[in-house]
DNA sequence: GTCTATAGACCGATAGAC
DNA sequence: GTCTATCGGTCTATAGAC
């Protein structure tokens, strides 16, 4: 779990904290930064396994063994940068709610609330069907109470939301989003895009496209069902 | 689950197979019945508590342990009724599939096409809030294979969705609902209520009650999100 | 020679099955 | 009530860097 340098730092979780002391920088930088890379990378390569992992099996039916095998190395060197099996789901879900706020952050200034949030809802579904969503089941008390203990997580989910939030505000006043539904409703409902079974039951049918799939869903999320 | 009557039944691997030859009958009626009554309602009340537990864990966190406790009898009875987990879970789909063919064939008669549809995306949704609706992880493999080789839930299932399918035909014919969605969209999509995470979230922040719930889905899924 | 990180055996608990 | 498999988590012997 955290390795602490000798030096003041404050708990962290990840390989960062194994970075030399500065003062002796000057005599091996190089290899140094290499070393460190080499756990950063692979840290990587672990959390885009569990992602992956995640997206195909869920949480439960994920086996630490199987992360271990995939990533190509022993199980005991995953406890050596993760703590335990929801500190690795936890990873996963910053990754993606970095990947989220990066995101939103490349949308054009110019794009009006409502397409940001009809963008948001299309990169969920896209990164659903291409597998890369994990999913987190809801119901599981442990993996919850270890997400809501985990800082960065919570930081990256209230940057999104908040973000998200603003945008839902603005188009309920604007006109384009129904004002009637509260502004929190709209938010799970978008969030609930990245777990929608709708998707996967379509794509598994066989008789649409992942592009017509993902614009059925938004015209159904967003337009409704019934005529207009 | 349905329960057959002795006459003209075809092979089925729950109780009801145990009920004597008809000839029998004439002999010792009230022994048989009482016995097989008794045996049909403890397979009940396990079907009933599988059904609660589902809602309430899931499948995969769901012990068989669980089951055996709430029901109040040894793990190995439960084996006399279902020969595995995947069973089990089988038996409460089936169950569930049955509650919702009396439902749709409750509806009046005079009700229109699009009426009926939202009245079973309500029940799907009440059930949910309720804590009565088993969902369960489209996941699972194993649990996937089981629940295809089930006769009774092909069959439930198959009836369920030719009968809801021809009110969205007819729906999308009276101009009601949306035409330019495929028909098969429009199912999955309300299938889908039956696992939406959205009322759980909202419930659990305390600001509706479950009425206002079940109206503000309703509206989201048949109205979509955009002003009209 | 010392020190670290790793790989793979290993353990305890638990769940499904009978 | 037992048996077996599996999973999360740990321990140790070793290989390689310095």
Redesign the interface.
């Known amino acids: 779990m955290p390795k602490h340098s000798p030096l003041a730092r404050d708990a962290d979780t990840d390989t960062a904290s194994k970075v030399k002391p500065k003062h002796l920088d000057a005599i091996a930088p190089v290899k140094v930064s290499f070393k460190v890379q080499m756990l950063q990378a692979r840290e990587d390569a672990i959390v885009k396994a569990v992602n992956r992992l995640l997206a195909?099996?869920?949480f439960?039916?994920m086996t630490v063994d199987e992360v271990a095998a995939e990533v190509g190395i022993a199980k005991a060197s995953l406890y050596k940068h993760f703590s335990s099996k929801e500190d690795l789901a936890a990873a996963a879900m910053v990754r993606i709610l970095g990947l989220a706020q990066a995101f939103l952050a490349s949308l054009p200034a110019d794009a009006q609330p409502?397409a940001r949030?009809v963008a948001v809802a299309r990169w969920m579904l896209q990164l659903q069907l291409a597998g890369e969503m994990p999913s987190l089941?809801?119901?599981?008390s442990s993996l919850r109470a270890n997400l809501m203990a985990n800082k960065a997580y919570l930081d990256g989910l209230v940057q999104v939301s908040d973000q998200i939030g603003g945008w839902i505000e603005a188009a309920q006043q604007d006109?384009?989003?129904?004002?009637?539904?509260?502004a929190?409703?709209?938010l799970?409902?978008?969030y609930?895009r990245a777990?929608?079974?709708?998707p996967?039951?379509?794509k598994a049918?066989g008789?649409?496209s992942d592009e017509e799939i993902v614009e059925?869903?938004l015209?159904?999320?967003?337009?409704?069902?019934?005529?207009?």
Not at 137 to 140: A, D, G, R, Y
Not at 195 to 198: A, F, G, I, L, Q
Not at 219 to 228: E, H, I, M, Q, Y
């Open positions: 195909e099996k869920g439960d039916l409502l949030l089941p809801s119901q599981n006109g384009s989003v129904n004002p009637k539904i509260p929190l409703v709209v799970y409902t978008l609930s777990c929608d079974p709708v996967g039951f379509l049918g008789q649409h059925l869903v015209s159904s999320c967003f337009d409704g069902l019934r005529a207009r």
